[in-house]
């Protein structure tokens, strides 16, 4: 089932570090299928509040997911983000279609 890594960045200091973290992050995800389907562009506030950006990357299943995150590629790059960005990061699944809202009820 298909996975995703979610991100939440509210706050990154736009210097040389986070710039080095844009220039290798591409070549970590490859090797796990992951692609960006969201990655930083402005969001339309429509209820409550939100600040920051939002970052959505695929992965073909949370295996992936995982594999990506714990890699030594990825943890090589990983406190470029963390010690220049405030973000929360989640993993979770998609879900198989059909899918409708009461599935969940299950």
Known sequence: MTAYAVAHMRQATMGPKIVEYLHKIDATLEPFGGRFLVHGSDVEVIENDWQGHLIVIE?????????????????????????????????????????????VLE
């Open 59 to 103: 992965f073909p299943d949370r295996e992936h997911v995982r594999g990506w995150y714990n890699s030594p590629a990825y943890q090589a790059i990983l406190a470029l983000r963390t010690d220049n960005s405030q973000s929360d990061v989640v993993f979770v699944d998609g879900v198989e279609h059909p899918h409708k809202a009461i599935d």
